[in-house]
């Protein structure tokens, strides 16, 4: 059984660009969740996902941040028109959605220019 | 909504000495409360968690204990080894759903 996955690893964007990080749960993982960390600080939630369903967004930013969870596919945070301040590791976990034991993904580590 | 409180930021310990992080919350609806460890530039790792209807939860030299009337709840790590040094994250979650609240982590070090 896999663990959560994520990618890139590694993204390096130009202020204005935009930047697409990918998530794909555990198997039989339903609900998904993507937390910011920047450098030594905690984990700042920023959404939950359910498939196809956006659960709370409380804290995502309403401007410039938007977040999926298709019916297929991985779940996906975009950040358009990013900016330094959006210089970050960028977590998602996952679980089953009977329990709430969340298992974390590897990160993306997105970098400003 | 849960707002999660972390006491200490950092802890230095020598080895072979116990180390104990507390941490408090503020919605008394919630009811399992996880705690990860952090290693520098990897992701967080779920070491052991703990429901409301249990007061204490052991595995091996790690330890939680829950006092739901005060809403704290503590780790304890007994034989401290350098491998342990890492940042600790308590958090708490409610029944409504599986939105999970983090604290903002303790930096322990673990001295040889």
């Known amino acids: 059984n896999a663990g959560v996955m994520q990618n890139p690893r590694h993204l390096v964007r130009r202020r204005g660009q935009e930047a697409r990080l990918r998530c794909s749960p555990m198997?039989?993982?339903?609900?998904v969740y993507w937390y910011r960390q920047l450098p030594e600080e905690g984990l700042k939630f920023m959404v939950y996902?359910?498939?196809?369903?956006?659960?709370?967004e409380s804290g995502m930013p309403k401007e410039r941040f938007s977040a999926e969870f298709p019916k297929e596919g991985p779940s996906i945070l975009r950040i358009q028109q990013v900016v330094r301040g959006d210089s970050a590791a960028y977590f998602c976990?996952?679980?089953?959605?009977?329990?709430?034991?969340?298992?974390f993904g590897p990160g993306t580590r997105l970098t400003v220019t | 909504g849960e707002n999660v409180e972390q006491h200490p930021s950092t802890l230095s310990v020598q080895e072979g000495d116990s180390a104990v992080i507390k941490c408090t919350y503020s919605?008394?609806?919630?009811?399992?409360f996880p705690w990860y460890k952090q290693e520098l530039g990897k992701r967080p790792q779920l070491i052991i968690d703990?429901?409301?209807?249990?007061g204490e939860k052991k595995d091996q030299r790690i330890a939680v204990t829950l006092n739901k009337t005060a809403k704290h709840f503590s780790l304890h790590i007994t034989e401290t080894q350098p491998e342990d040094s890492a940042v600790y994250f308590c958090?708490?979650?409610?029944?409504?759903?599986?939105?999970?609240?983090f604290g903002p982590g303790t930096s322990l070090s673990v001295i040889p």
């Open positions: 198997k039989g993982h339903s609900h």
């Open positions: 996902l359910q498939k196809e369903n956006i659960i709370d």
């Open positions: 703990i429901r409301s209807n249990v």
């Open positions: 919605d008394s609806a919630s009811n399992y």
């Open positions: 976990a996952s679980s089953p959605g009977d329990r709430t034991e969340q298992y």
């Open positions: 958090a708490a979650s409610t029944p409504i759903y599986d939105k999970v609240i």
